[in-house]
């Protein structure tokens, strides 16, 4: 059962060929036995999610079945959930039990999903391996002395290890297509604003974007069917009719334009990292798109900027966090500036701390035009690069990352080694637009991601280009060698 | 650009963060090489160039001034650590 897809669980609970309480205890007895190998999850829900299994196949039963209805999932411990501790993978919020459900959540209970629990990720979502969280590092799948990529190394690493076949995620310089591409998962980055943000904890709200994690495509597609749409109680999600991703998986590629950014086919990308990007390109023209070279100019601008703003908008948002009204508070404070500095340097691990200090220092007085200002005024350059690309071609492609999934301790001396590990996906964030990790080949036994970027609120035409790829090639079937 | 120790001090001091003072070199060593890595920045001619603060370049959506949500004082009240009379406890750290 732990084999199949969310499309395949989907139609077995219909068939009847098993209930989603056998499910379900399946996959939490699996979760047990082999979790302890990954870390990917930080709390499983396991008396909750037998109740939603039994209430799903009473609906059944009843014959008020949804597609979703009894289907096993897990989230991301950054969305809140009523009555579960929800942790963001800190210290500060680990006794944190959100009274609320965030919009994403609701939307999966709505529709009868069964949640599993809540997944690991780094502190904050700050990270690109998933070594930044206060419950431990997680390991990959592929590899287990290897990072799943962060910060939705849990979400990835539960997909990919069979724990669960689908996890929401988030991504705001990467976190769902790094880790995708490191796990051999199937990763989706909508548009900023397509998905709701309420009751996901912020780390830089102009940035910041709720997805999936799945094994293919086509399940993309049905997660995205519940999630995507206007939310009121989010001012920046956008209210624009939602199409049936799924209907639109068959189109054909026939004609399709695709843009290959020369600066992102870089020298010193790997000779096998580029030539299995580049037979995945190849698989493209033989399904019929044509292939075009376009340049964008300010990409290599896409990582200082982004390590601006991105940090001077959590450096606002974690203010929230000062030990009075939730989360870690410290010992015996000795007077109100004691009581904010020791729960926030005790609560708050190094790489946020570190994030944190950027942020207040780019804003301060007399920096705030130099830094902050000068990162958003370079920001519009990176989106019109866009722009101007996506009036020449409908679709644009380039490797996800730089290297395939690396060791871990590799790079936790060296912050701004890291950071560069994002360099093919940051600039989407900072243009607001949705992109796509999908498998395409392999190095050295390790997964190596296509990234397709679409234009704004072209979440289709990416679900479609992924989905017709997967048709004619089997990547994305490929899983860790552990994996029975 | 580098930063001094008693710089990092300030910024940490500002950002009401406590750090161990063993800590401080790291910190300067790292959010030293941070800032010389957005210090590329600086080299770009964005004279004229609007700031984009939102990435659709929208802008705040507003609504009728009027209540919306119930009441649920009780239910978010079952998760604090400490409450009385309908309203939360918090420890006393001002004198």
């Known amino acids: ?484 | 650009m580098a930063l001094d120790q008693n710089q990092v001090r300030d910024i940490a001091e500002l950002a009401r963060l406590q750090i161990d003072e063993t800590q401080v070199d790291e910190y300067q060593k790292n959010l030293s090489s941070i800032l010389d890595l957005v210090d590329q920045l600086a080299a770009v001619d964005t004279a004229n160039v609007e700031p984009l603060a939102h990435p659709l370049d929208a802008v705040q959506r507003l609504r009728a001034d009027a209540v919306t949500e119930d009441n649920q004082r009780e239910h978010f009240q079952q998760v604090a650590p400490a409450t009385a009379e309908g309203y939360f406890l918090v420890p006393r750290v001002v004198e």
């Open chain 1, 1 to 484: 059962m732990h084999n199949k897809t969310i499309a395949d669980i989907a139609r077995d609970l219909h068939s009847g060929e098993y209930s989603s309480v056998e499910l379900t205890q399946h996959m939490l007895q699996r979760i047990e036995q082999l979790d302890s190998t990954y870390n990917s999850f930080i709390t499983v829900t396991q008396q909750q999610a037998l109740a939603q299994a039994k209430a799903a196949d009473e609906r059944r039963a009843a014959g008020n079945a949804d597609f979703w209805t009894g289907v096993p999932i897990a989230h991301k411990d950054i969305f809140c959930t009523n009555g579960v501790l929800t942790s963001c993978g800190s210290k500060m919020l680990s006794n944190f039990v959100a009274p609320y459900d965030a919009t994403v959540i609701d939307r999966f209970n709505h529709v009868g999903a069964v949640s599993l629990g809540k997944l690991n990720m780094d502190e904050f979502a700050m990270g690109s391996s998933n070594e930044n969280s206060f419950y431990g590092a997680v390991a990959n799948p592929w590899d287990t002395d290897r990072v799943p990529g962060g910060s939705s190394g849990g979400s990835a690493a539960a997909v990919a290890a069979r724990l669960v076949p689908g996890a929401t995620a988030t991504d705001t310089g990467g976190s769902i297509r790094q880790p995708a591409a490191f796990c051999g998962l199937t990763g989706l980055k909508p548009t900023y604003g397509r998905v709701s943000r309420w009751g996901m904890i912020a780390y830089a709200s102009s940035l910041d974007q709720a997805g999936t994690l799945t094994r293919n495509a086509e399940d993309a597609a049905l997660m995205m069917n519940v999630m995507a749409g206007f939310d009121a109680k989010d001012s920046t999600c956008v209210d624009q009719a939602v199409p049936d991703y799924r209907a639109e998986l068959n189109n054909s590629l026939e004609g399709l334009t695709i843009g290959l950014p020369k600066e992102y086919f870089r020298d010193d990308l790997s000779a096998d990292m580029q030539q299995q990007v580049r037979n995945a390109i190849a698989e493209y023209e033989k399904l019929g798109a044509k292939v075009k070279e376009i340049s964008l100019p300010n990409t290599h601008l896409a990582i200082p900027a982004y390590y601006i703003i991105a940090p001077a908008e959590c450096s606002a948002n974690l203010s929230r966090m000062d030990g009075v009204r939730f989360g870690y508070r410290c010992d015996d404070p000795q007077d109100i500036n004691d009581l904010y500095k020791r729960s926030r340097g005790e609560g708050f691990g190094i790489e946020v701390k570190r994030r944190i200090m950027v942020g207040a220092y780019a804003l301060s007085a007399g920096f705030y035009d130099a830094y902050y200002k000068k990162a958003q005024q370079v920001r519009r350059l990176i989106k019109n690069d866009f722009v101007e690309a996506f009036k020449e071609v409908d679709i644009i492609m380039s490797p996800t990352t730089p290297t395939p999934a690396f060791k871990r301790g590799e790079k936790t001396a060296d912050p701004v080694a890291m950071y560069l590990e994002d360099i093919f996906t940051i600039a989407l964030n900072l243009a607001g637009l949705p992109g796509m990790s999908i498998p395409c080949g392999e190095v050295d036994q390790l997964p190596v991601g296509l990234q397709l970027i679409g234009n704004y609120f072209d979440e289709s035409r990416l679900l479609n280009a992924a989905h017709q790829y997967q048709q004619v090639t089997d990547w994305h079937l490929h899983a860790p060698a552990d994996i029975a």
